[in-house]
């Protein structure tokens, strides 16, 4: 079979989602100045894209409350830092925090959008397509995460379909990147290489959100690799999960992208040692929050 690659000339770019998806779910806090200092130890490791928070109910993601500062801290250290908005609200929430680069989620299971947003998978897409139309004039780009690409936990196996439906709905409004996301860790190499090659015949960017439940994630991103595909989600030490679908394996970690990539050649731009040095303050930020939630 003869592989579509996209962009052929794009370099890897690992994007770094330890302070959003890595942080979310845990029932500790991790204090602003805490985060900033894991985000620091990252930049100093070489990382150079990041999804830095989300813009989402502070009651149902309290780890979240500190958004608009985190954000704020990234573009004062020289980024241009993306966030997640999970609806019109949220959207519009990093709008006003002067966002450049923003991912909107829904899921293609309809179960799973329902308890993540309370809305249905058609609702949030709609909500989405108007996003889409108002994020050139807000001078944002607007990226799309569709979650339980291939799984859930409830629903099981999703139809492929349903993403390929949600992927041509989103570009022909206008969405240029897709991010494809194996939320439960479910997805096999020959899914992802198959649901991949199709979403880049329709003409989106794609990049790979994957979760280690099952082992997978680094044979996952390689074979999303071998299809042309050069964008990867990663969070230090695998850390994260969904807050609403317990059982959920951590992501791909950024320490195994590296090896992964490394190991075949592949240019990743981290250096190995300082991001050691990264995992070592966000274990000691972990378990100084854990610390204080004992107190």
């Not at 308890?115 to 001078?139: D, F, Q, V, W």
């Not at 390929?164 to 022909?172: Q, S, V």
């Not at 329709?202 to 999303?224: P, S």
Request: proline fraction near 3%.
């Amino acid at each position: 079979m003869k592989h579509h690659t996209h962009h052929p000339l794009q370099d890897l770019l690992i994007r770094d989602v330890t302070l959003r998806d890595g942080l979310q779910n845990l029932p500790e806090i991790i204090p602003t100045a805490e985060k900033l200092e894991i985000l620091d130890a990252l930049i100093d490791a070489g990382v150079k894209d990041f999804q830095i928070t989300s813009f989402v109910n502070p009651a149902r993601v309290p780890q979240m409350a500190d958004a608009e500062k985190v954000y704020a801290a990234g573009v004062e250290r020289g980024l241009t830092p993306n966030v997640l908005v999970a609806n019109l609200h949220g959207f519009e929430r990093a709008v006003a925090a002067g966002v450049k680069s923003v991912d909107a989620v829904l899921s293609a299971s309809n179960f799973y959008n329902k308890k993540n947003t309370n809305r249905t998978t058609l609702e949030s897409a709609n909500e989405i397509i108007i996003m889409l139309s108002r994020a050139a004039h807000a001078g944002c780009s607007l990226g799309i995460s569709i979650a339980n690409g291939f799984h859930c936990f409830t629903e099981g196996q999703i139809d492929p379909e349903k993403v390929l439906a949600l992927t041509r709905g989103f570009h022909d409004a206008g969405a240029r990147t897709i991010w494809l996301s194996d939320t439960t860790g479910f997805a096999e190499p020959q899914q992802v290489t198959k649901l991949t090659e199709d979403m880049l015949h329709i003409g989106v960017e794609v990049g790979l959100h994957l979760h280690d439940t099952q082992g997978r994630a680094a044979e996952n991103a390689m074979a999303g690799y071998k299809l042309g595909i050069r964008r990867f989600d990663a969070v230090l030490s695998g850390l994260g999960g969904s807050p609403f679908t317990p059982g959920v394996g951590g992501n791909l970690s950024l320490e195994t992208a590296q090896k992964v990539f490394t190991d075949a050649k592949i240019e990743t731009g981290i250096d190995n040692d300082k991001l050691n040095a990264a995992r070592a303050k966000l274990s000691a930020s972990l378990a100084a929050a854990k610390n204080v939630g004992a107190a």
